[in-house]
């Protein structure tokens, strides 16, 4: 399998300041890694792809200005939720493959007041 | 794109029975996976089932990747596999699409 880090595992802040999300592959060089989004009681939707070295692609209808994903080593990308609101407030799971199966973080509880 | 469908949406069962959670998909995939999220978030990997048949311990899982459906079976049920259990396709190296998930709770 694949070990996967998130960091923090949980985040209360206020509307309108930013929050910066890590992902870290523990125990393989992940060059792509991929962010979900998931509201209460609903499923997994796909936000974006992380890609080493390039530019991130981003969904249909998600904004890469507000969700900015900086991918900057072959372990660790981040996601930042910049000027976060409440509705932004979900909770956001990274994951990686290793070969053709994907292993997931254990999750980022946002909360914006 | 892709559409995942699950059923049932909820399940509620006695522990010791038996139980088969369906997926249909709309187009043929390179990945199918089946995940078990725990009360905390964390997603589990379960199968990794394109094609083909699997077991592990209790649980198993099928998947006709020509008629576009997986099923996965537990038997004799405990009431730690209570949780969502989601199946996801993906062509490959793409990141996933889920289906919305089957609750499952097991009573004691």
């Known amino acids: 399998g694949a070990v996967v880090s998130q960091h923090p595992s949980w985040v209360i802040c206020k509307s309108g300041t930013s929050v910066k999300i890590e992902c870290r592959s523990l125990?393989?060089?992940?060059?792509?890694m991929f962010w979900y989004r998931q509201f209460p009681k609903q499923s997994l939707m796909l936000m974006a792809t992380?890609?080493?070295?390039?530019?991130?692609?981003?969904e249909q209808g998600v904004e890469k200005d507000k969700f900015l994903i900086n991918h900057a080593s072959l372990t660790l990308s981040t996601l930042t939720v910049t000027s976060a609101h409440p509705e932004d407030s979900s909770f956001y799971i990274c994951s990686v493959n290793r070969g053709l199966t994907q292993y997931f973080g254990p999750g980022t509880r946002l909360t914006v007041l | 794109g892709i559409q995942v469908e699950q059923s049932p949406p909820d399940l509620i069962l006695q522990e010791g029975a038996n139980s088969t959670l369906r997926c249909n998909f709309s187009?043929?995939?390179?990945?199918l996976q089946w995940f078990h999220q725990n009360p905390w978030g964390q997603l589990i990997n379960l199968f990794y089932i394109p094609s083909g048949t699997k077991q592990n311990g209790r649980l198993s899982a099928t998947t006709v990747a020509t008629e576009r459906y997986s099923l996965l079976y537990i038997s004799s049920s405990q009431t730690t596999d209570s949780g969502v259990y989601f199946c996801a396709v993906g062509g490959g190296a793409d990141g996933l699409t889920f289906g919305k998930g089957t609750h499952l709770i097991i009573q004691p």
């Open positions: 992380s890609n080493e070295g390039s530019k991130a692609t981003y």
């Open positions: 187009d043929s995939v390179n990945n």
């Open positions: 125990d393989f060089q992940a060059t792509t």
